[in-house]
Structures are given as C-alpha cells and as structure tokens.
C-alpha cells in the first residue's frame, strides 16, 4: 500500500473592513452556532467532504462540510497567530483529519507565506445555528 501526504491549505479571502472590526464579525458569527444537542463529538472528519473552514479564534475553528453540516474544533491549547493569520495547513497520510493531528500556522509575509505555530487539533463537535 502506498501513502502519499495529502497537504491542504485553508485560507479565508481578506475582508474589505478593518481588522478590528472583522475580528468582531467573526465573533458574531461564531455566537451564531451552537452544539447540537445529543450529537456525539467525532475524532475525525474526511478531508474530501470539508467544504470551507473559517478561523474564529486563536482555539476554534469551525469546518463547514460539503452535506451542509458544520464542525466545531476548540483546540485544546491556544494557537499564537492562528486567529490573526486566519490561515493554516495540515499534512496527513490518511483520508482523513482527526484530533490527533497538528495544524500549522501559515504567517504571510512580504514574499509569501511562512510557517507559524504547529497547534493540535481537539474533537469535531457538530453545531448549528441557533435559533
């Protein structure tokens, strides 16, 4: 069998406001979802069904799947720059991405981009929006 490293890379497109008032935005929006009561935390999710991820902080982001549902992950310690740099990269062997994994902080900088913080990731909680 042969395992090639999957590398993917999240990044969110710049927002036209200024910083402070995007990382308010995302506050609010991040507000908006809460766990699904009676849903059971998953340790990994397939790579291939997330959609988008939106970074809400420097310990959560959330995973917006391809059939519509929404994963939080609250890592377990704080990642410096993850919530300013809003961007990050995983690498894995499996199809999957799971709680024991490490995600990378991408810092941009004046001639791309460079490697941050390596940060592990928590559980996968499922959310939605609350009514």
Same mark, same amino acid.
């Given at each position: +069998?042969?395992?090639?490293?999957?590398? *993917?890379? @999240?990044?969110?497109?710049?927002?036209? =406001?200024?910083?402070?008032?995007? #990382?308010?935005?995302?506050?609010?929006?991040?507000? +908006?979802?809460?766990?699904?009561?009676? *849903?059971? @935390?998953?340790?990994?999710?397939?790579? =291939?069904?997330?959609?988008?991820? #939106?970074?809400?902080?420097?310990?959560?982001?959330?995973?917006?799947?391809?059939?519509?549902?929404?994963?939080?992950?609250?890592?377990?310690?704080?990642?410096?720059?993850?919530?300013?740099?809003?961007?990050?990269?995983?690498?894995?062997?499996?199809?999957?991405?799971?709680?024991?994994?490490?995600?990378?902080?991408?810092?941009?900088?004046?001639?791309?981009?460079?490697?941050?913080?390596?940060?592990?990731?928590?559980?996968?909680?499922?959310?939605?929006?609350?009514?």
């Amino acid at each position: +069998m042969r395992c090639l490293p999957l590398l *993917a890379t @999240a990044f969110v497109a710049s927002l036209a =406001v200024a910083p402070g008032d995007a #990382r308010r935005d995302r506050k609010a929006e991040a507000a +908006m979802f809460t766990p699904i009561p009676g *849903a059971k @935390a998953e340790n990994c999710v397939q790579i =291939v069904q997330i959609r988008e991820t #939106r970074v809400r902080d420097d310990s959560t982001i959330d995973f917006y799947m391809r059939d519509g549902r929404i994963y939080r992950n609250t890592l377990p310690n704080s990642c410096p720059q993850l919530g300013f740099e809003e961007s990050f990269s995983y690498a894995t062997s499996l199809s999957q991405l799971c709680s024991v994994d490490i995600i990378t902080v991408l810092n941009r900088t004046g001639g791309g981009l460079m490697r941050g913080a390596s940060c592990g990731l928590g559980s996968f909680v499922p959310v939605a929006k609350a009514k």
